[in-house]
């Protein structure tokens, strides 16, 4: 009997996964279990997605739901990968513990490149392996090389078409075949959860505007001071356009003096916020209250929010985060990208639809993701080197840094600082290395 272990950190991964579901997009089993995970810094605190408002309506679709972080406890799942000579014993452990017996298991995760996708990958070694995505990161390249033992394993990456028009880089270097959910299963499932429990809290009638926090400074991006300057900015930025009922959906860990900063705020300049104090989709608050302005920084649910809801988004502050990104590898860079280029500005007084994917648009994500990863996708230069050839210096300046495109001998970079980093490692390689400075005294002489 096939055993399908699907793997979900969050109530819309597993919404994710219920679609996929729906839409037959899964291979047969015989059994399917539903592995839940809370990776926060401190998860005895925090609610696991499958206690999480209307998780019931999903739990059906699975035969059986185990978690995660008591099958590995006291260990931190977000931490632990199991060593290699332990893996055998691993698997025998949870094979034990959940009642697989000697079946063969198929795997379903998200979030490949990191604990605990990447520890399920390595127990079961046998496994095929196919990656849903619930976010804009899938549009981005692989963050890490991935061991060849796993990454060839991978057969698709299933994702909703957040950004209809572009095809995802993640995972593409090892085959991995993308595939849509479809949108009415997707949609069919936010229905679901939308209908199920008490309503959030939020202001009669509906309408206004819904500010969307990420708690960007947990990440090491923003400082707690400057995030909460970004909501104030979301605040004034609404309420400019004429919004006098304002909600507020912060991070469920955010600091709550954020929120009555906000308040505070929004009094002085005459609108009401509500603050949801309850950890809810936001997707869900959308169906619900029905707001006329989404606003945020770079947050999935700004695409959810237009793509499948028609409704009206604005982004700010995502010129700063792309000069704070850190390394330029860090994989929120494409998700930062597309909310900047795609998404109108909320301090530029702009709010309306996702801008179409063009062809411009296309080469740009395929440009910064070969910067990101230039040895695992190689096959993208070409792109970036046109692409940038061609593009204004301003453009340039604001989605990739001089010294990166030095270093990768790309249009833009300083072709003269290029020659001398490479000369200064050449030289530095015939220091360390006896047998290049003999073979160079041979072709000297």
């Not at 332990?86 to 034990?96: G, M, N, Q």
């Not at 991935?146 to 993640?170: F, T």
């Not at 998700?335 to 994917?357: E, K, M, N």
């Not at 020659?419 to 072709?443: D, E, I, K, Q, Y």
């Amino acid at each position: 009997m096939t055993v399908q272990l699907l793997y979900a950190s969050s109530l819309y991964g597993a919404a994710t996964l219920a679609a996929a579901l729906d839409a037959g997009l899964l291979p047969a089993a015989g059994r399917r279990v539903l592995l839940v995970a809370d990776n926060s810094a401190v998860p005895e605190a925090a609610l696991p997605p499958d206690r999480m408002p209307g998780f019931e309506r999903l739990r059906g679709r699975f035969d059986e739901v185990r978690s995660w972080n008591e099958a590995v406890a006291p260990l931190h799942p977000a931490g632990w990968t199991p060593r290699p000579d332990d893996v055998p014993l691993w698997e025998r452990y949870l094979r034990l513990l959940w009642g697989l017996g000697a079946g063969h298991v198929e795997l379903v995760v998200e979030s490949l490149q990191v604990a605990p996708a990447l520890a399920l990958a390595q127990v079961f070694q046998d496994a095929p392996l196919d990656v849903y995505a619930d976010g804009l990161m899938t549009y981005g390249p692989t963050r890490v090389r991935l061991d060849p033992l796993v990454g060839e394993r991978v057969r698709r990456v299933l994702h909703p078409d957040l950004v209809p028009g572009l095809r995802p880089l993640l995972l593409a270097e090892y085959g991995a075949e993308p595939v849509v959910v479809p949108d009415g299963a997707f949609t069919g499932v936010l229905d679901e959860l939308a209908a199920s429990g008490e309503p959030p809290e939020v202001p009669e009638g509906g309408g206004g505007a819904l500010l969307l926090g990420q708690y960007l400074a947990a990440l090491d991006i923003l400082s707690p001071a400057e995030e909460e300057e970004l909501h104030v900015r979301m605040v004034r930025g609404a309420v400019a356009l004429g919004h006098r009922r304002l909600v507020f959906k912060p991070h469920p860990v955010a600091p709550p003096s954020w929120s009555r900063t906000l308040e505070r705020e929004a009094r002085e300049r005459g609108a009401e916020l509500t603050v949801l104090e309850r950890p809810v989709l936001a997707e869900v608050v959308f169906r619900r209250a029905r707001p006329d302005l989404v606003a945020g920084c770079f947050s999935t649910a700004l695409f959810t929010a237009a793509r499948f809801h028609g409704i009206p988004v604005a982004r700010t502050g995502t010129g700063m985060l792309l000069e704070r990104l850190t390394p330029y590898e860090n994989g929120n860079r494409v998700p930062v990208t597309l909310a900047d280029v795609l998404l109108p500005d909320l301090d530029a007084g702009a709010a309306g639809p996702v801008r179409r994917v063009d062809a411009e648009v296309e080469a740009l994500v395929g440009a910064v993701g070969y910067a990101m990863r230039p040895r695992v996708r190689p096959d993208l230069r070409p792109v970036a080197e046109r692409h940038l050839a061609g593009a204004d210096p301003a453009h340039v300046a604001r989605y990739f840094r001089r010294r990166r495109l030095t270093a990768l001998g790309l249009p833009g970079g300083l072709a003269a600082s290029g020659n001398r980093t490479a000369r200064a490692l050449a030289r530095r390689a015939l220091r360390r290395s006896p047998r290049l400075r003999a073979l160079g005294r041979r072709l000297a002489s």
